[in-house]
């Protein structure tokens, strides 16, 4: 079984204990009601398939609030088990795209580390021992020479991003293509209900979002200045989950500093990130049209009305 990391051991206490402790502060003997916390954690299928409620007194996860310092056993599907705190499950997969970023055991064997082979000693020459061998160094009283202070290399940006004002869309060659067909049908159903320009793929901003002064959202309306955003958690629940959400809410309030507004289409249980986000089980009529009627509380129904076919 996986251990927890010093800084979380010293935070966290054990499941049984930060129970107890909720128990008395609450006065209740159940705390938190089977499924308080079920909308918190649905968009987490690999959290809910990893947690096993025998592993922890009898808790199930929807009677755990997201944020709390409590040490949990998790299991993943090969067998590992590795203790961690909700909030640091929520954030483990990162930028990867592996399923097995959920354990660390399974990220582990996933990319080992490269393991440096010890030097090898000489044999001792057939004449003896050198005068260096037989007799020790003295120790060295000097202090050795500090390492010069690493310089950090200033940020490298793609020179493929044209000199337009803040806020120009524009067609980007260094946009990802479409890989998703829910996303390209909702695009076709978007542009058969609305006229405004299509192909346009990228939104020039004033600060560097990671190596690029531009972003791309997945569907633009130049005309409305409105991004659409498809949002789901994937086939492994990796996507728009722990740093990913950070990312998108840093790519959201670029696109609000460039005077665009955004709309995410939020499925698989994710939680609305800004004003407008809409939470859909499926998408449909019905659902498009909740979008336009979104994009007349932005922007006006007389405004956007000027734009339907």
Sequence with gaps: ???????????????????????FSRGAEVPYPVGTYREAWAAYPMLIRQYHPELNAGITLTQVPPAADVLLLWECESGHRFVATPSEQRAR??????????CPDCAELAAPKRVVPAAVPAPPSASGPTPSAA????PRTERPTPAPPRVKRPRTLCPKTPALPAGEPFVSACAPRPASAVEARLRADIFARLEVTPGMNAVRISRPF?????VWPDILLPELRVAIEYDSTGRFGLEHVGSREDADRRKDRMLRAARWEVVRIRTGKLEKLGPHDLQLSSLGRRGIDRLIDTLREIRGPLFVDAYLR
Excluded: K, N, T
Aim: aromatic letters at 10%; charged letters at 30%; a positive charge.
């Design 135 to 138: 007799s020790p160094a003295p």
């Design 210 to 214: 990671f190596d690029h002064l531009e």
């Design 1 to 23: 079984m996986g251990e927890a990391p010093a800084s979380v051991r010293g935070m966290a206490e054990p499941v049984r204990a930060w129970w107890a402790r909720r128990q």
């Design 93 to 102: 997969p990162g930028r990867q795209r592996r399923r097995s970023a959920w």
